[in-house]
């Protein structure tokens, strides 16, 4: 630990909230020494582990089988169509989430870090309410993330957001998704894969707005392909119940009956009842809490991680936030991380997924060079199936440096994970081009890409 000194504090670190970057935070700077406490009134590890990213990433696999066993009669298999059942996925799923929850508190034991299930609040600048204990600390980290938000419109306590999603008792026959973002379409595919049938709302022309725009246009056929249906450029304006069903009426006038209604609008920071006034801690426009890139507040000695702060929503990225800031205030050394390029997944199905710039953010800098290729992946040219890969380099034509690589199609995500590096690393075309493919692969064609689609300019 950096410079040891008395403290007349209980704590020289309290870290509020349990995720993925609070317990990254509260683990290293225990692991340096520091007197560590943390609290979480909810659930250890988080949105990640309990209601995002793993029980998400579990359910997006248990849908792909259906279609895996059709595919399969292409190639021979011969078997009757497979039936799901939908409480014991979720009890499956709840004993993995389960056992991952001690894992994270344990972790958290294990590295002398004392932990209190309860809510924590400023009571001023550097003392707590923790469940009703006092507890005053030298520094103090913000890190209780978001939580999903309704549009409100009326009706709106008639749909549920994706919290519930993860604990609905049946699988719905008619499912409606408002939002055309990273959950809405992670969703969507979810339930038409388990056999729902699902209409998809969103106000844009193409899902995920912000990802570059061929991702986005093959983002719809790939929606539709897999027989979701699209109600794009209009938006829900209120609710009604229909008996057990839900009548939802659309901006373009169209009435759609449906037996679930979800919300997947957008998430907000997780601030309110922190008391953040009486610690003079500041939010910034939207309710997230004012950082510098030190991840410091308005307070010098309170910080703020992950969700709540607004910045990249990303579980990986808080937990580079959180151990950045614990090495910064307690370690020997200060560990590196690369924020200009930060890889994402969508886990639509197929996942989309990509690094570095889009090619109309790449143009503003200068021209840039377009490698676009679609193909239909191997394994589709016999199960029937329709379903299309595309890729995209994007490389900057002053200086050849690959700036970004988009894809949809099977595996995206493990594929782009590795270009992520090499763009990282600065890599330029020519070394992607100098780079040997690995043979019958879809990830090779990201090496092979020798013809340029179009030149890109400001
Ligand atoms: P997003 O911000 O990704 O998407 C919100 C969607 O809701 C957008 O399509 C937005 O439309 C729409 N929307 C917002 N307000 C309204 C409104 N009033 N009326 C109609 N439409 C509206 O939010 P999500 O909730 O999907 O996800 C939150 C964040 O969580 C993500 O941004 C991401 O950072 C993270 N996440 C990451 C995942 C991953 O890594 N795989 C998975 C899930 C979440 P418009 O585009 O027009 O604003």
């Not at 400023?122 to 507890?135: H, M, R, S, W, Y």
């Not at 008639?158 to 008619?174: E, K, M, N, Q, Y």
């Not at 979701?228 to 009435?255: E, K, S």
């Not at 004012?290 to 703020?304: F, K, P, R």
Request: a negative charge; hydrophobic letters at 40%.
């Amino acid at each position: 630990m950096k410079a040891a000194h008395v403290t007349k504090f209980d704590y020289d670190l309290f870290v509020i909230g349990g995720g993925s970057g609070g317990v990254r935070c509260a683990r290293i700077a225990a692991g340096h020494g520091a007197r560590v406490g943390i609290a979480e009134a909810r659930f250890w590890g988080g949105t990640c582990v309990n209601v995002g990213c793993v029980p998400k990433k579990l359910l997006m696999q248990a849908s792909e089988y259906g279609a895996l066993a059709e595919d399969a009669r292409g190639f021979g298999w011969e078997s009757a169509r497979p039936t799901h059942d939908w409480a014991a996925l979720i009890a499956a799923k709840n004993k993995e989430i389960d056992r991952l929850e001690g894992i994270y508190r344990k972790l958290l034991t294990g590295a002398g870090v004392t932990v209190f299930d309860a809510h924590a609040c400023f009571e001023d600048a550097n003392t707590l309410d923790v469940g009703g204990q006092k507890i005053t600390a030298e520094r103090i980290v913000i890190a209780t993330g978001g939580h999903p938000e309704r549009p409100g419109i009326p009706g709106e306590d008639l749909g549920i957001v994706s919290d519930d999603a993860f604990f609905l008792p049946s699988l719905p026959p008619r499912v409606l998704i408002h939002g055309g973002g990273f959950i809405a379409v992670e969703f969507a595919g979810i339930f038409t894969g388990l056999g729902a049938k699902v209409d998809l709302v969103f106000r844009q022309p193409h899902p995920l707005r912000g990802f570059d725009e061929d991702l986005r246009e093959a983002m719809t056929e790939a929606l539709i392909a897999q027989g979701v249906t699209l109600h794009p450029n209009t938006t829900l304006t209120r609710i009604d119940a229909y008996g057990d069903a839900r009548r939802v009426t659309l901006g373009n006038g169209a009435v759609i009956e449906t037996d679930l209604a979800f919300f997947a609008t957008g998430r907000r920071p997780n601030t309110r009842g922190l008391h953040l006034d009486r610690a003079g801690v500041s939010l910034i426009e939207g309710g997230a809490i004012a950082v510098d890139a030190d991840s410091t507040t308005s307070q010098e000695h309170i910080y703020a991680i992950g969700d709540v702060t607004n910045r990249i929503n990303l579980t990986p990225v808080a937990i580079a936030e959180g151990h950045i800031l614990a090495d910064r205030l307690y370690g020997p050394t200060e560990r590196d991380w690369n924020f200009a390029a930060v890889p994402s997944a969508v886990f639509s199905q197929p996942p989309l997924s990509t690094v570095g710039l889009t090619e109309a953010q790449a143009a503003k800098h200068g021209p840039a060079d377009i490698y676009v290729t679609r193909f239909t992946p191997m394994r589709h040219t016999i199960s029937g199936r329709t379903r299309r890969t595309m890729m995209k380099l994007v490389v900057d034509q002053a200086s050849q440096r690959v700036v970004g690589a988009h894809m949809i199609g099977e595996d995206a995500p493990e594929i782009i994970q590795g270009i992520a590096v090499a763009i990282t690393a600065g890599a330029t075309k020519k070394d992607f081009d100098r780079t040997v493919g690995i043979h019958p692969t879809a990830a090779e064609e990201f090496v092979t890409l020798r013809t340029r689609t179009r030149v890109a300019t400001p």
